[in-house]
């Protein structure tokens, strides 16, 4: 049926693309095929559900551990780059709205997202800013899946993407690394995309999700990258309040970095947890009283 020859197609392509020098022409047939017009009826049939396997299939290759990915580097071999670009257009071709829409193809999607930022940054980094915007919003979208009946494994996914992203930002900030140059231009144009993210991840903070821990990962890096963002988050939710409850806030706000050190090591991101959940605690207790 369609989506068999749509399959081996895809597969034909990915191993094409691991295993060997690839044409243009193959690319063409891939996306002609893939992204023909259907019937709406048949859209995941026909399209996602063979991109959902492709994703899942690199994202095994990947993780793994069956190769030494770092030896195509070295050898100037553009295999792997062109089987991350084939498949990361693939997945960019499902609209934010749809990908969300189907269960299995955003369970396969979030994955290989998390892998691409754990071990392949800087190709993240170098992608074009329109396509690295589009993933962080995809991001976006996966960190808001945090209360049932929603799969909660898709926020704990994406804050893990993104603690990578911001830990390679981090503890890379003082090196002249041309990723990281790549980042910082992203950045220049998005100047308030991580401020947005450190303030979606506070308001998730105070609501009642069972994936917390998951979801403090990023939050420290975040605050020591983007301070000003940080100062301001703090002042807008002060200001949010009526007086009785502004002084207690900014009191809250003031311990949630107490004893913390400006470092991104287990023990250090430990004691932020512990002052992540006392100061949920002291908002909660305050604001309900």
């Not at 107490?258 to 959940?277: A, H, I, M, P, Y």
Request: some cysteine; proline content about 4%.
């Amino acid at each position: 049926d369609s989506f068999s020859c749509l399959l081996a197609c895809l597969l034909v392509c990915l191993f094409a693309c691991l295993f060997a020098d690839v044409q243009g022409h193959l690319h063409s047939c891939l996306f002609a095929c893939l992204l023909a017009c259907l019937p709406a009826c048949l859209t995941y049939k026909g399209r996602y559900k063979g991109i959902s396997v492709c994703l899942l299939i690199l994202s095994r290759c990947l993780s793994g551990g069956y190769v030494n990915f770092g030896v195509f580097q070295l050898y100037c071999d553009s295999a792997l780059t062109d089987a991350l670009d084939t498949v990361l257009q693939l997945s960019l071709s499902i609209p934010v709205s749809e990908l969300m829409a189907y269960p299995k193809v955003m369970r396969a999607y979030f994955p290989f997202q998390e892998i691409l930022f754990h071990n392949h940054t800087p190709y993240l980094c170098h992608l074009e800013t329109s396509v690295f915007m589009r993933i962080m919003a995809c991001l976006q979208h996966g960190l808001k899946w945090i209360n049932p009946p929603h799969d909660i494994s898709v926020s704990s996914e994406c804050a893990s993407a993104l603690y990578h992203l911001v830990d390679f930002r981090f503890r890379n900030g003082k090196k002249d690394q041309p990723a990281l140059q790549a980042l910082a231009k992203h950045l220049s144009e998005n100047s308030h995309m991580f401020g947005s993210l450190l303030a979606l991840l506070i308001e998730s903070a105070l609501d009642d999700c069972p994936n917390q821990w998951a979801l403090s990962r990023p939050m420290l890096g975040l605050i020591l990258t983007n301070p000003e963002a940080f100062e301001q988050i703090k002042h807008q939710m002060c200001e949010s309040l009526s007086a009785d409850h502004r002084e207690r806030m900014a009191e809250a706000l003031s311990r949630l970095m107490d004893g913390v050190n400006r470092n991104l090591e287990s023990r250090n991101r430990d004691r932020f947890t512990q002052n992540l959940s006392a100061f949920r605690h002291d908002v909660k207790a305050f604001m309900q009283a």
